[in-house]
Every structure is written in C-alpha cells, then in structure tokens.
C-alpha cells in the first residue's frame, strides 16, 4: 500500500502569520530540522511524537504543541494510519524570543482553550475575506500562550532563549548570511579560525542539529516563502542555494513531505 499524503499551504494576508500548513502523512517521517518562526500545531486525527532539545515529546489530539524558532526537532506518526495536523507558522511579533526557553521546557500545551481558539482561527483563516476575525483569533491566541508561558519565566532553572557558545552561534550566523548563496565547511571553518571537525562537533553539540542540516532546512524555508509568492520551482531551486531541480526535489520532500510542485499548487483557491 502506498503512503498517503494531503497538504495545502498557503500566506493568508494576515500581519504575524508566515504560513498556514494543513496535511495528513501515514508513513513520512520528518528529519531534524528548525524553522525560524513559532510553530503552532495541532493535531487533528492520530498522533505525532518528536524530538525537541534531546528530549522525546508527543502531540496527541487534545493538546497545543508550540515549537520554538531555531530549536531542531523532527517528527513521525505515532500510530499506524498516521496523523492529520494543521499548522501555523507565526513571527517573533506575536511571541518574542524571552519565551522561547519557556516552550523548550513544555511545548505541548494541554489547554482546552487554547486549543478550541486555534481551531477557530484555522478556520477564518481558510475562509477569504475573513481576515479581521484571523487577526482578532490570533491576538486571543497571542495572549493565552503569555498567560500559560510566563509563569515558567519566573521559574529559577529558565533557559536562556538562544543559548549557545559563542564558535557554534557564530556559525549558526554566517550559515543564516550564506545559506543561499553557498558555503563550504573548510571556507566557514577558515572564517571562524577553528578545525573544520572541531566546528562540526560543537554546533552538532549546541543545537542538536548537524551544521549540514541546519543548512539545508534554512534552503528549505526560504524556498517554502519563494513558492508561495508563486515563483516556478526551476527558479526557487536557484535563489534558495541548490545545486539543480533533483537536489532540491529531494531536500524539500524530506522536510516539507511534499515536492516542491505539490506545494505549490496546494493553496486552496481564494
């Protein structure tokens, strides 16, 4: 039996949301990977487990999962017919970097308010013309994910938001600066002044997530953004740092779930 899959993505036209993502995935498995928006996630049908920070997590119906920006983790159904999900991506506007640490330590939410307010603004979200009850949706949702996470700001173990040492951010930035237009281990490890294996090792250590997977999920987001303004794929292939047309096929349905052209034509019709 072949592995079934449904997605559509889109941009509403909606201030703080980067993308809407609704799919269903009996057998694919994402890879490590970061975002670098909050994802709001919930799950419809099935269950998802995942690994945030080294620590094993579970997204099952009842509950709101917030993964945090630039923190890696993957993804994979926790049951045999797989799982339906709806996602949003939000920036930094909606939630800023001091409660990442917050959503690191907790990031499955089991808040039945917050998790009826998601599913109303997911469906205003779909609906065109509706878009001042998705930004009214959103700011409700905005301020109860403060309420749940600022008592864990106070605690005296918080993380810090982005934590890391200095050789690891470092390499973090310039992969952020190069991502599109191409770098190499031996010219980044010459940049940093640090042994090429050396730097791997640390970054690898930091954030969880090998230097090489960083690279190729931040290539993915921007070609996420590149599609959905409509570009051809041929062209976002090229702007967004990859080699040709397969190589990029092949990165995008590892972290997306789809081919690039799949995801382009999934938006609902507006």
């Known amino acids: 039996m072949q592995p079934q899959q449904e997605v559509s993505a889109w941009r509403p036209r909606v201030a703080g949301?980067?993308?809407?993502?609704?799919?269903?995935?009996?057998?694919?498995?994402?890879?490590?990977?970061?975002?670098?928006?909050?994802?709001?996630?919930?799950?419809?049908?099935?269950?998802?487990?995942?690994?945030?920070?080294?620590?094993?997590?579970?997204?099952?119906?009842?509950?709101?999962?917030?993964?945090?920006?630039?923190?890696?983790?993957n993804g994979s159904a926790a049951t045999p017919h797989g799982f339906r999900k709806r996602v949003v991506y939000l920036d930094t506007t909606l939630l800023d970097e001091r409660f990442i640490g917050a959503a690191v330590d907790g990031p499955d939410l089991a808040d039945p308010v917050l998790r009826r307010r998601v599913g109303q603004l997911h469906r205003a979200l779909a609906a065109p013309g509706d878009e001042f009850e998705a930004e009214s949706r959103l700011a409700l949702i905005g301020d109860r994910l403060r309420t749940l996470l600022r008592p864990r700001l106070e605690l005296p173990h918080a993380r810090a938001a982005l934590p890391g040492p200095g050789l690891a951010r470092n390499l973090r930035e310039l992969l952020d600066e190069r991502a599109a237009g191409g770098l190499s281990l031996e010219e980044a490890a010459g940049l940093l002044q640090a042994h090429p294996a050396h730097l791997v090792r640390t970054f690898s250590g930091t954030f969880g997530i090998a230097p090489h997977q960083y690279l190729v999920s931040r290539r993915v987001a921007l070609?996420?953004?590149?599609?959905?303004?409509?570009?051809?794929?041929?062209?976002?292939?090229?702007?967004?740092?990859?080699?040709?047309?397969?190589?990029?096929?092949r990165?995008?349905?590892?972290?997306?779930?789809?081919?690039?052209?799949?995801?382009?034509?999934?938006?609902?019709?507006?």
């Open 17 to 73: 949301v980067v993308e809407v993502f609704h799919a269903r995935f009996t057998a694919h498995a994402y890879p490590m990977h970061v975002h670098d928006a909050w994802t709001l996630l919930i799950v419809d049908d099935g269950a998802i487990r995942y690994d945030l920070d080294r620590h094993r997590r579970g997204t099952p119906g009842d509950t709101v999962s917030l993964l945090p920006p630039q923190v890696p983790h």
């Open 223 to 249: 070609a996420r953004r590149l599609l959905l303004e409509g570009r051809p794929a041929a062209e976002v292939a090229v702007e967004a740092g990859f080699y040709d047309q397969s190589h990029f096929t």
């Open 251 to 270: 990165h995008f349905k590892r972290v997306v779930g789809t081919t690039p052209g799949r995801y382009a034509r999934s938006a609902p019709t507006r």
